[in-house]
């Protein structure tokens, strides 16, 4: 069997995380590259066995008709390369997350997408760690008796951290979707950030099966000691009448349930382990269509249209229902509305990493 064709656009840290990983299974190969940057562009040809290269994703989608177009840029650049995709008529569209910065365009890009039949997933590939697997083992094994809650905290900023964090609870919640989302948000520091964000941004969602949804991502949100690296601060779980289960990015996996006690293990997020299976199911879903990738846009978007909901709450105030029936910008209601009020941080190294005084 040919393997599938990529195109891989941003050829950054996640682009060329992407095309290494496309290019090591045999099932696709990277016949083509796009950076502006010409140097970066040169240097990743010569790792990638020399595919072609150019500085215009739509010219080079047209030209190559790769049946994956993937793209990995900022998260301002989408709808671009979601035309680019569809006019080189690819079959699967690879992105990287957030979904979109507002929901005028997450429901712009969706529209596109399912207008032309096109399938597309979006990167929340930590789920692959073993720790995170262990973690939503123990919830779908009934082992924590009725979820109630699912939970996630990061002291990395929103637009960087809160789509892994709602993605990953909606993964343990069965991907049952939002009803309503309510937030608050504090400081302006990283709103003119490459991933803008309010500094703190905490709340709450109400999910259809009945389940609560908490959340809390940036300065304000809690340290976990027990981890080391300040991205990988991240608790994630779900806590049941009979139990609790969660994992920490960089910490392992924790839980007590009624039937087995206090049980832990390791496990610490890596792009090296969490690259290969994610690529895989890409392949696994472009030859079988019932075989729908875990990451695909639909569940991608339960989450984003969360965190877009929790955004417009934190500016507007009251409960945000969902789904969301009309577009926003989301980015302009927090610049607008974000109280010059600076944020106060959990502990010091959030200080530092948030470049405050
Ligand atoms: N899933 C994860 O675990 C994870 C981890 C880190 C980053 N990310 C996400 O990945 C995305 C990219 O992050 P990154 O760290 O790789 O960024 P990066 O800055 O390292 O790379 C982005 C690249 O895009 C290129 N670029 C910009 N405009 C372009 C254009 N018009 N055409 C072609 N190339 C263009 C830049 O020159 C740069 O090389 C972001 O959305 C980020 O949130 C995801």
Known sequence: MNPYTVLVVGMGKRGMHHA??????????????????????EAAAAKLGGPRTGTDAAALA?????????????????????????????????????????????????????????KAVVSHQHRYGP????????????ALGRVHTVYGT??????????????????FNDYSPGTWAMAQAAG??????????????????QF??????VYECGAGAPDQPEVGKWWGKNRIGAQGTEGFAEVLTNGGWRAVTKSGGFQSGDGAMSYDADMPPYIQGMADWLDNDARVHPCNLDHALIGAEIMLAMQRSAAEGGQVDLPLTAGADEQALLKG?????????????????????
């Open 188 to 205: 302006r520091v990283k709103l003119a950030d490459n991933h803008p964000s309010p500094d703190y941004i905490g709340g709450f969602v």
């Open 337 to 357: 509305r974000l109280s010059d009020r600076p944020v106060r941080v959990s502990f010091e190294q959030n200080r530092k990493e948030f470049g405050l005084p």
């Open 131 to 142: 720790h995170y697997q262990k973690v939503k083992e123990i919830v779908a094994s009934g």
């Open 208 to 213: 259809a099966n009945g389940v609560r949804g």
């Open 20 to 41: 290494t990983s496309f290019n090591a299974n045999p099932r696709f190969k990277v016949t083509g590259i796009c950076d502006i940057d010409p140097a970066r562009l």
């Open 154 to 171: 990061a002291t990395g900023w929103m637009t960087h951290m809160l789509s892994h964090l709602i993605d990953y609870t909606c993964w």
């Open 62 to 118: 047209r030209e190559l008709k790769p049946d994956v177009f993937c793209f990995c840029t900022m998260p301002h650049l989408r709808t671009p390369f979601i035309q680019a995709a569809l006019a080189g008529g690819s079959r699967l569209v690879a992105f990287e997350k957030p979904v979109a910065l507002t929901s005028a365009e997450a429901l712009s890009i969706r529209a596109a997408l399912r207008a032309a039949g096109v």
